[in-house]
């Protein structure tokens, strides 16, 4: 029968979720700031359906009917990713919080996987280079671990029944 320190698993475990949502915060910050920092690296994961006529899209001049959620431009998606990005890294740091924002921030990198399969759409036409193509490709098998790492926050601090 093995010996164990009351509390000692409690304590571990705690720990060990306190510095997986600092890297995950840290990971989220650094993307916000390169949201700002480089807004074109994220142009062409924002799927065009969702971007007002911004003259650069293969969907601009289309109907402003046959795009119903096109209320930004492809900038202000991006910044506006960027601002949510950073309020889910603090919102991580915070005990309080944590749950809350894990639960959005997986919702969100799995909504970030529209924008990639739509980047891979686009990389694969014509038009698009062997480049892009490989970056994306190898972008969005990234978004599952970081859904279940978004995931596995959301019981931190937790005591194990």
Known sequence: MPFHWPGAVHRSSTATHALSAAALSALLMASAMKHFRDPGFFRQVVPDYLCRDDGDTPAAGAPPAARPLAVMTREEWIALSGLVEAGAAV??????????????VAALFGVFVAGHVDAIRRACRPEGSSAQRAVHMARLPTQMPLILWAWSLRNAGRRPS
């Open 91 to 104: 919102g991580l740091l915070i005990p309080a919080t944590r749950r809350t924002t894990a639960t959005g």
